[in-house]
DNA sequence: CAAATTGTTCCGGTATATCGGAATACATAT
DNA sequence: ATATGTATTCCGATATACCGGAACAATTTG
């Protein structure tokens, strides 16, 4: 590290690769190594060395002759396994589509990508609009409800520590204060659940219920968005249908997990 | 290079990281880092290393308090990404369960990952039996009835030093010529279609057709395991069935590809 | 067709990751 | 407790990966 401001340190291969990944899902589209390497602000050299590599293993996969590239069918391998094994998937579904059949509401699975909050998982409710954050997009965890669950496993140094400063910029131009947001976590935690209307529209209420993991963490969340008429009209009811099929998968997915874990230990 | 016969080459630890996860799919377990070590016969402190890295990136998970770690959350988050372009699941399933509703068999969807043959998607038939390979594991191509349809594009020479030696060895200890498993190849080729009696076992008969990529390569197939009685009885129904499904399937996803492409070249 | 611009490959110096082996921590048996 | 064995961390030498910059190729523009 030189004297002046700059670290100028060299980033280890795996974790610029990672990032190419990150990248490319925050992108959303095929890119070529150049636009991928001004994207994340990356020495040109090294994104196309790593392409390269990543292209040989089918983690990224070539898209068209101009050389793009985008996510390969190397994940999907890992991925079947990793799913096999939680069976996230056949398990899950069934739970959103209950949800869905008892509210007509559209329900979400959803759950923490380092300090941001995406949906694993989706089910669209009888009458579909259209909804704030899509399918594996990365989104500001105080902007969610179930953020407030997520993270609640977290002192507040840690949280503030977790969350960058931009994210408690809500997406409205206000600010929310990371003392009142941390308030909100703590109220989350003790209620094992948090609704509000939500801030990336204004016509739209959103409920979300934890699903706990290994020593109490709550590891995923189910959520409900919901016309802020009906989910007035219909809250005891959404509110119950949904904590009621979050105590249900926690119970599966533990049951999962420490069957494994039992396995390997013979 | 030493003089003598070993190479004597570091690993490069992308590489290696993504041994690791190849070795934690074949074991299908959690394992420690020594495990992990010795079953790849990868050194010690290196994986100790790459272990840390992976954890700390949440591409592999630690699962027990004795440091056992298995695929981790991160694969879920690109490969739900992945997932969400190409829309496998959910053009996939439905093709699958509409095999199945026409033949009561059981049907898959298969790929290749490397020199080897996997099970990406299962649909279980009417009265399900246990199947000889089950999903994401890998199996050596020559095994399987979509292996051939899946290395079709390749020359003799590709096919040769695509698939292992021992790959050749069936399950039941005969030997599978080269020559005349490339013969079959070719057939598959020319039929755009290939079944056989199992060789997994001694009462089912399979079923493959192609799915067709860019530049007209099979990268996928469709499958069924029927008991060979019912294959015999309703061979050409069956066969129609799967190929009029891989046809549509084909043009599914050659739909989703391109248009992905000509997004990213606005 | 030349010039300018943009994209890709090549190359070499140096920061650093890999890996053998030693040191240490942990577990189990004596 | 002590001994024995196993798992993990630490450490240092050196092979090599990373990256800046030059060379080269492709594409667009005048």
Redesign the pocket.
């Known amino acids: 590290m030189s004297k002046d401001g700059k670290p100028k340190?060299?980033?280890?291969?795996?974790d610029?690769a990672f990032a190419i990944l990150d990248h490319l899902c925050q992108v959303g589209l095929p890119q070529?190594?150049?636009?991928i390497a001004e994207g994340m602000g990356?020495?040109?050299?090294?994104i196309?060395?790593?392409v390269?590599?990543l292209l040989a293993s089918n983690v990224l996969e070539k898209i068209d002759a101009?050389?793009r590239v985008f996510l390969g069918p190397k994940l999907n391998f890992w991925s079947t396994n990793y799913r096999k094994h939680f069976d996230l998937g056949g398990i899950v579904r069934p739970i959103l589509e209950n949800v869905t059949a008892r509210t007509r509401e559209t329900s979400q699975f959803c759950t923490l990508d380092g300090d941001k909050y995406y949906v694993a998982m989706m089910n669209e409710g009888n009458r579909p609009f259209r909804i704030s954050a899509d399918v594996g997009e990365r989104t500001p965890i105080p902007w969610t409800a179930s953020g407030r669950l997520l993270i609640s496993h977290l002192s507040d140094q840690e949280i503030i520590d977790l969350i960058p400063e931009e994210d408690f910029h809500l997406p409205d131009g206000s600010y929310l204060e990371p003392s009142s947001f941390i308030e909100s976590v703590r109220k989350a935690n003790a209620d094992q659940f948090f609704d509000f209307d939500s801030i990336a529209d204004n016509f739209t209420h959103c409920f979300a219920a934890p699903v706990y993991g290994l020593n109490n963490r709550c590891i995923y969340t189910l959520c409900i968005i919901a016309p802020q008429g009906d989910a007035e009209k219909n809250y005891d009811e959404y509110r119950s249908a949904l904590v009621e099929a979050a105590e249900i998968l926690s119970k599966k997915l533990t049951a999962q997990t420490s069957s494994m874990s039992e396995m390997a230990a013979e």
């Open positions: 340190t060299k980033a280890r291969g795996l610029r070529r190594p150049i636009e990356a020495p040109k050299s090294s196309y060395d790593l390269a590599l101009d050389g």
